[in-house]
């Protein structure tokens, strides 16, 4: 098993360009999550899958947008990046027992 | 809302020292405490997790006990080891009742650093 695998590893964009962070995990679990994490302030939660066909806003959702694919797949895109934007994300995937799983990351950085 | 604070970092320590980071929670309700641990350029990886309360988890010589009295989840070692160097994340999951969604809350993290 995989576990949970995030692509790109690393991006660098221009302040207004777009794009979509990928998310897939192979544990059949029905939540999957996005995360931003800057330094000193843990991590934030930006949008959730409780299920597949479901999306709901988590604590710092704006300038984001989420499709949960299928059960597998759950990606985050940026429509316009802004320099604020900058950070390392996480995806995330969890069954009942609560704990959740994380991917690699990815590091972005909106110059 | 649910929060969790731990203390600040980093922590820096010898090699055979006795860890504690300390962590405190706010919650409503009755979560389950956890710590994770972000190895330099990994993602996060569930080190120990507690239920309820007076349980203990343990995993790798790391130790935390739920404590509700005085809302904290402390994590313990008794002899670390330069390979224990990473982030710590202490975090809780709770239910949110409008929601009805279980999501973590995450503290800041603690930097550790084991010198040999």
């Known amino acids: 098993n995989a576990g949970v695998t995030q692509t790109p590893k690393f991006q660098v964009l221009k302040t207004g360009q777009s794009m979509t962070l990928q998310c897939a995990q192979d544990?059949?679990?029905?939540?999957m999550y996005w995360y931003r994490q800057d330094p000193g302030m843990g991590l934030r939660l930006i949008y959730y899958s409780a299920s597949e066909g479901t999306t709901d806003k988590g604590e710092v959702p704006n300038g984001y947008n989420v499709s949960r694919l299928n059960k597998r797949e759950f990606s985050l895109r940026l429509e316009s990046a802004a320099p604020s934007q900058t950070s390392v994300y996480f995806c995330?995937?969890?069954?009942?027992?609560?704990?959740?799983?994380f991917g690699p990351g990815t590091r972005l950085t909106v110059l | 809302g649910d929060s969790v604070t731990q203390m600040e970092g980093p922590v820096t320590l010898s090699e055979e020292a006795f860890l504690t980071i300390n962590c405190t929670y706010t919650?409503?309700?009755?979560?389950?405490l956890f710590w994770y641990v972000q190895y330099p350029g990994e993602g996060l990886q569930l080190l120990l997790k507690?239920?309820?309360?007076?349980d203990k988890g343990s995993n790798k010589g790391f130790e935390a006990t739920y404590r509700k009295e005085t809302t904290s989840f402390h994590l313990e070692k008794g002899s670390v080891q330069v390979s224990d160097s990473a982030v710590y994340f202490c975090a809780l999951s709770a239910l949110d009742m409008d929601t009805g969604r279980r999501a973590l809350t995450f503290g800041s993290g603690t930097r550790l650093q084991v010198q040999p």
């Open positions: 919650a409503t309700g009755y979560p389950s």
């Open positions: 507690a239920t309820k309360a007076d």
């Open positions: 995330a995937s969890s069954e009942a027992s609560y704990e959740q799983f």
């Open positions: 544990m059949n679990h029905n939540s």
